[in-house]
Each structure stands twice: as structure tokens, then as C-alpha cells.
């Protein structure tokens, strides 16, 4: 599964990422090919260089426009919780930030389609994803609210800002069967969901408390 190019890139930090994976599994990550992908993915390459050496920590970190790139921990714990049912074919992912979570999704997709709002964000992505030589991803600049209706049904969403409650035009263009991981609430009291759309309905499974930023409207 995991791409023969991302092997080669960052080995001088496999240690540390080796321990971040230790970590995640103390933390209660199990699915094994999640631990897989994140032991081999340099997660260094998508933060600034002075913050490389901080890359493994379980923590968020800045990069930049007020963004951050999501902790290992939630990274690992959201494509969990959407690769219930094993490797998905489209995915959709809103907010692309640096795209630490789009390479990882890609390892277990046929494709993502993943949007985001600021686009010098989105351009450090593209560049990311381009050195790694990841190439079953496409991007575009748009406010996430809308989805990306031109490429639905998507059996796999995965959400990475918190909004009020889920937009509408999400869950319309989620597959039968499909599910999407999605943080929901305000700053201060947001909470991991999964939705899984059924025949009837939609039906919605809550996990743990989260801190996201802010799911905003519009584009920059
Ligand atoms: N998975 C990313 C998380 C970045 S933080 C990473 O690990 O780097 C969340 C991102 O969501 C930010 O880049 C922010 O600009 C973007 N975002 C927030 N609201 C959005 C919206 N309505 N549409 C698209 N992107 C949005």
C-alpha cells in the first residue's frame, strides 16, 4: 500500500516517528495500517522549517494564516474512525491545510478531493504532496460549506474545523454506506462525530471532546 517514494524521504527521523507511533498506541490508536502509513510518512516536510524538530510532538502546530496542522494523535484518530469499513474509493476532506492529513488519506483512497478556504495555504499543500509524489489528490480553493457536488458520492468525509452543526450540502453528498468524520461545537465545547449515511437516514455516533479551529465561511 504505502507508496515506494515516501520510504526513501525523511528516513534520518524514523526513530522519532517510530516513538510517535508508540505513543499513539498507548494513546489507543489500533488500527495497524493507519500506524503503518503514519511511521512512514515525514510529517516534518509539511511544517516550517524552524519548527521541524517539533514535528512528532503530540501537539498542534502553527502553519501559518492562523491555521494549524492537527495534533498526530487526532490525525490518527480520524482516519480510524473513517476507515471503519476498510479502504474507501472518494474521499472528500475539508480543509486541506498543509496537507499532512490529505497524504494519509491518500494511502487509503482511490482518490481525495480536498478543499480549503485560504490559498496560500492550499499552495504549500499542493507542493507537499507534489515532493512526497503523491498524485491521487485533487485540490481546489473553495469554501468547504459547499462539498465539491461535481465529483459526489463520496463514501469517505473527513472534516478538519469545527462548524455549529453540519452543512446541509455535506451530508447530500455522502454515498449510501458512506460515513464521514466531522468535530462539531464551538471553541471550547466541540465533540468528534461520525455520521454514516443509511438507506433511511443518517445516523450519527459521538466520540470524544476536541479542539479544532473554527469551520469559516467564504474564501481568502
Ligand atoms: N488537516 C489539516 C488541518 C488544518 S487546520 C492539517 O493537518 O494541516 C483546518 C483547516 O481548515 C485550515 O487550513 C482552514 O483554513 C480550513 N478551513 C476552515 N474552514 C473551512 C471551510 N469552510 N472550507 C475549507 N477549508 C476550511
Redesign the pocket.
Known amino acids: 500500500m504505502m507508496n515506494q517514494s515516501l520510504q526513501g524521504i525523511g528516513m534520518t527521523s524514523r526513530r522519532t516517528r517510530e516513538r510517535m507511533v508508540n505513543r499513539l498506541i498507548e494513546q489507543g490508536i489500533r488500527n495497524r495500517k493507519v500506524l503503518d502509513v503514519m511511521r512512514d510518512l515525514p510529517r516534518h516536510i509539511?511544517v516550517d522549517e524552524a519548527l521541524a524538530s517539533r514535528a512528532y510532538e503530540d501537539n498542534p502546530l502553527p502553519?501559518g494564516?492562523n491555521?494549524?496542522?492537527?495534533q498526530p494523535y487526532i490525525?490518527a484518530r480520524m482516519t480510524e474512525l473513517l476507515l471503519k469499513q476498510g479502504n474507501l474509493t472518494k474521499v472528500l476532506e475539508?480543509?486541506?491545510?498543509?496537507?499532512?492529513?490529505?497524504a494519509i488519506l491518500a494511502q487509503f483512497a482511490e482518490h481525495v478531493y480536498t478543499?480549503?478556504?485560504?490559498l496560500p495555504?492550499q499552495r504549500k499543500a499542493k507542493e507537499h504532496l507534489w515532493d512526497l509524489k503523491i498524485k491521487n489528490v485533487s485540490f481546489i480553493h473553495?469554501?468547504?460549506?459547499w462539498g465539491w457536488p461535481e465529483y459526489a458520492p463520496f463514501d469517505g468525509v473527513l472534516v478538519?474545523?469545527a462548524p455549529p452543526e453540519i452543512p446541509e450540502p455535506l451530508l447530500e453528498q455522502m454515498a449510501v454506506g458512506g460515513m464521514m468524520v466531522i468535530p462539531i461545537g464551538k471553541p471550547g465545547s466541540q465533540e468528534l462525530q461520525r455520521v454514516t449515511r443509511t438507506v433511511n437516514g443518517y445516523e450519527i455516533e459521538e466520540f470524544e471532546a476536541v479542539s479544532?479551529?473554527?469551520?469559516?465561511?467564504g474564501r481568502e
Open positions: 509539511f502553519i494564516y491555521q494549524t496542522i492537527s490525525v475539508i480543509g486541506t491545510g498543509c496537507g499532512y492529513q490529505t478543499v480549503e478556504r485560504i495555504l473553495n469554501d468547504g460549506g478538519s474545523a479544532f479551529v473554527p469551520f469559516l465561511p
